[in-house]
């Protein structure tokens, strides 16, 4: 009986991919090619800029960039890269298991791309507006405050309307099959797309 149940679960709820196509993700670069240069950029496009660069360089759910913070022991800010270290407890990983550090490298050939310069000038333009507080990313609206999960989806999905992304069908963790699927596309390893998504073995 617990085996006709169980067959029946799955031929009615069955274990599909989430997602049947994965957009392209070279719509959404160009869309960021396309903003204002930092001396003109306001603090919702920055925002929207880096929040979406590391969503697909790193391959991480909302949870783990909502998680990421400017602490001196959280965050290791250098010329060429940047090293998160998330300090709190996620949902996804099992005891004995922790996320391993988020390490996001610059990309000099395109300046307007690189996600160590988009973050270096978030953590200037934001400095005046943090009133102490750590987390990253901290709301466009007085009196900035950490950016909720909820608040970082709605942003990255606010960027996927505007590539003329249908939302109603992909939501914001769509950044991690579409950054992961674009890396296997140009021979990335396995275990090096696994790692940054937060899927270690």
Same mark, same amino acid.
């Given at each position: 009986?617990?085996?006709?149940?169980?067959?029946?679960?799955?031929?009615?709820?069955?274990?599909?991919?989430?997602?049947?196509?994965?957009?392209?993700?070279?719509?959404?670069?160009?869309?960021?090619?396309?903003?204002? &240069?930092?001396?003109?950029?306001?603090?919702?496009? *920055?925002?929207? %800029?880096?929040?979406?660069?590391?969503?697909?360089?790193?391959?991480?759910?909302?949870?783990?960039?909502?998680?990421?913070?400017? &602490?001196?022991?959280?965050?290791?800010?250098?010329?060429?890269?940047?090293?998160?270290?998330?300090?709190?407890?996620?949902?996804?990983? %099992?005891?004995?298991?922790?996320? %391993?550090?988020?390490?996001?490298?610059?990309?000099?050939?395109?300046?307007?791309?690189?996600?160590?310069?988009?973050? %270096? &000038?978030?953590?200037?333009?934001?400095?005046?507006?943090?009133?102490?507080?750590?987390?990253?990313?901290?709301?466009?609206?007085?009196?900035?405050?950490?950016?909720?999960?909820?608040?970082?989806?709605?942003?990255?999905?606010?960027? *996927?309307?505007?590539?003329?992304?249908?939302?109603?069908?992909?939501?914001?963790?769509?950044?991690?099959?579409?950054?992961?699927?674009?890396?296997?596309?140009?021979?990335?390893?396995?275990?090096?797309?696994?790692?940054?998504?937060?899927?270690?073995?």
């Amino acid at each position: 009986m617990v085996k006709r149940l169980l067959k029946a679960v799955f031929k009615d709820k069955p274990s599909l991919p989430r997602y049947g196509k994965i957009w392209n993700l070279n719509v959404l670069l160009c869309l960021l090619r396309a903003l204002p &240069e930092y001396d003109k950029i306001s603090l919702k496009e *920055l925002t929207y %800029k880096l929040v979406v660069l590391i969503a697909i360089l790193s391959g991480q759910r909302c949870q783990t960039i909502h998680a990421l913070s400017i &602490e001196e022991n959280c965050m290791s800010l250098e010329h060429d890269r940047c090293t998160f270290f998330i300090s709190t407890l996620l949902k996804q990983p %099992k005891p004995g298991t922790h996320l %391993k550090p988020i390490e996001l490298r610059a990309d000099p050939p395109d300046a307007k791309l690189c996600v160590v310069i988009c973050l %270096k &000038e978030y953590v200037q333009f934001t400095a005046s507006l943090r009133h102490n507080e750590t987390a990253l990313f901290i709301t466009c609206q007085k009196p900035h405050t950490a950016a909720r999960k909820d608040t970082i989806s709605r942003w990255i999905k606010a960027v *996927l309307t505007l590539t003329g992304i249908d939302t109603r069908v992909h939501g914001a963790n769509s950044t991690r099959s579409a950054s992961t699927s674009a890396a296997a596309r140009q021979g990335s390893p396995t275990i090096t797309k696994l790692q940054s998504a937060g899927r270690q073995q």
